[in-house]
């Protein structure tokens, strides 16, 4: 079956949803909150790699958090920025994500 994406849930269902996670996940939680040098970061990326802005404000967070696999439909395909590895969930060669070429 084609993945379609869906509505947007309604408040509650929302928070219920990210109250569910916190209660689940609490300590497993690390958030980045925008500040001049990541937005400068963001600005940087933009320029020196070609993203949007909000997408390079997603992927300086994503660097400020070490975080080493990006998952998001939004970025090519295993493309490595910096660090960080963009992954399409709905793609289904992801057999290789742990082999890593630098761009």
């Known amino acids: 079956?084609?993945?379609?994406?869906?509505?947007?849930?309604?408040?509650?269902?929302?928070?219920?949803?990210?109250?569910?996670?916190?209660?689940?996940?609490?300590?497993?939680?690390?958030?980045?909150c925008p500040d001049s040098t990541l937005v400068m970061e963001a600005i940087r990326g933009r320029r020196k790699h070609q993203l949007s802005f909000?997408?390079?404000?997603?992927?300086?967070?994503?660097k400020k958090a070490r975080v080493q696999y990006l998952y998001s439909e939004d970025f090519q395909h295993k493309q490595i920025i910096e660090g960080v590895q963009f992954i399409n969930?709905?793609?289904?060669?992801?057999?290789?994500?742990?082999?890593?070429?630098?761009?």
Do not use: M
Not at 6 to 17: C, D, I, K, M
Not at 89 to 103: A, L, W
């Open 89 to 103: 969930p709905f793609v289904t060669d992801n057999d290789d994500i742990g082999r890593r070429k630098e761009k």
């Open 1 to 32: 079956k084609p993945i379609r994406k869906v509505g947007s849930p309604n408040r509650f269902e929302t928070w219920n949803l990210v109250d569910g996670l916190r209660v689940f996940t609490q300590s497993d939680w690390y958030v980045i």
């Open 54 to 62: 909000w997408d390079a404000l997603i992927w300086a967070s994503a």
